[in-house]
């Protein structure tokens, strides 16, 4: 298992030599998104985050059909404000709350560098978490 601290810098270099396996056995949950939103990589650590399996997420959009709760200026219209000015990388705090128990989480988007993806890296946030 490839090992990927939770920060951006580490987040956006690590990807460029990551394969699909190691991106499901990432200890947090990692989302890669189209411009418009479509899912096209959703890994195990989210699938337990959210209870939903890649197979009925992966070609949905994000925003739309799998987490309505996203449609704010704060998760979505800062990514799709990134997407058009190509200023992307962004952390925040947010809570998820669609079909699920609320859970805070800690949100770290950023453009893959090798291909025109973008991807939301998602952690439960504990209490004591910083």
């Known amino acids: 298992m490839k090992r990927v ?20 056995d990432l200890m947090f949950g990692a989302i890669e998104l189209d411009s418009k939103g479509t899912i096209l990589n959703f890994n195990q650590a989210e699938s337990e985050l959210t209870g939903r399996k890649p197979e009925d997420v992966i070609g949905r959009n994000f925003f739309d059909d799998v987490a309505p709760c996203t449609r704010s200026n704060e ?8 997407v058009k ?7 925040f705090e947010y809570v998820f709350d669609h079909e699920m128990t609320p859970t805070k989480v800690r949100i770290i988007m950023v453009k893959a560098i090798e291909s025109h993806t973008y991807w939301l890296f998602i952690k439960r946030k504990l209490t004591n978490d910083s």
């Open 5 to 24: 601290r939770f920060a951006p810098d580490d987040l956006q270099n690590a990807l460029a030599g990551i394969s699909d396996e190691e991106v499901n």
């Open 85 to 91: 000015t190509g200023q992307f990388n962004a952390t």
């Open 75 to 82: 998760f979505s219209g800062r990514f799709f404000e990134g």
